[in-house]
């Protein structure tokens, strides 16, 4: 009985693993319970991050040109994300204004810029979201660039 429950959890952690470094997305940081569901389409890459339950953590959006246009009076916080200096944005939701929510960009080396939103509901959650936000590395050599 112990080893068909040990293969189980084996293949469950190797496909969470693969999901993590789904081609054109970030990698996640190792403890991170997040897989990436990603969709590219003419130099573009579109990356949710799903918890277990379906649920988005945030998203990445990697192009040439951010549709993201940051407001200095917006800006709440400095961070660093794969060593680079990076400020969080407050955003907010139409219809929904008790969701907590930042976005960022971050210059990536081969000329892309990546835009990261988070949305959760509570300021903890919020706090857990950017934590493996700051956790992930951009490594441009893999990232699609279709």
């Given at each position: ?8 959890s084996l293949m ?135």
């Amino acid at each position: 009985m112990i080893k068909p429950i040990l293969c189980l959890s084996l293949m469950v952690a190797a496909g969470a693993a693969q999901a993590q470094e789904a081609t054109g997305c970030p990698k996640l940081p190792d403890d991170a319970v997040l897989a990436w569901e990603h969709r590219a389409n003419a130099g573009t890459d579109f990356c949710r991050a799903l918890r277990p339950d379906g649920s988005e953590a945030f998203g990445v959006y990697i192009a040439r040109k951010a549709p993201f246009e940051p407001k200095r009076g917006n800006r709440v916080e400095e961070d660093t994300i794969d060593g680079q200096a990076i400020y969080w944005y407050r955003s907010e939701v139409a219809g929904r204004p008790n969701i907590e929510t930042r976005e960022t960009l971050v210059q990536l080396p081969d000329g892309r810029v990546a835009h990261i939103w988070l949305q959760a509901s509570s300021p903890e959650r919020l706090q857990e979201e950017i934590g493996t936000a700051r956790g992930m590395r951009f490594q441009t050599a893999r990232l699609s660039s279709n």
